[in-house]
């Protein structure tokens, strides 16, 4: 069996469903999942860059074979659009948690 290594992206006022999903993912369809720093209190990172995460991020897709979207009433925010071309302009696949009607 081949196990497709995933990276999970969405906005982080989704963390706690995140984190839930990510479980799911592993145990009931046996992805090997790449979590993100989740930001489940909505505290501020001091002294960290936010582009040193957004190049840690790209670094796990990089290393995936596809990005899951948690794409929750359909929001997706500029970051994870962003995330998305990366992944695309990269061959990977995307997997949207819902059903995605508009091409970003």
Known sequence: M????????GSMRYSKEMMKIAEELELKNG????QCV???DGQKFE???ASIL??????KIDISDAIY???INGY???STKNEIE??????????????EDKKI
């Open 69 to 71: 979207v948690v794409n």
């Open 31 to 34: 992805y090997a999942v790449i």
């Open 76 to 78: 997706i925010g500029n």
């Open 2 to 9: 081949d196990i497709e290594v995933i990276t999970i992206c």
């Open 86 to 99: 990366y992944a695309k302009n990269n061959g990977k696949k995307v997997i949207y948690h819902e059903k």
């Open 54 to 59: 957004d190049k840690i991020h790209r670094k």
């Open 38 to 40: 989740y930001n489940v």
């Open 47 to 49: 002294g960290i860059d």
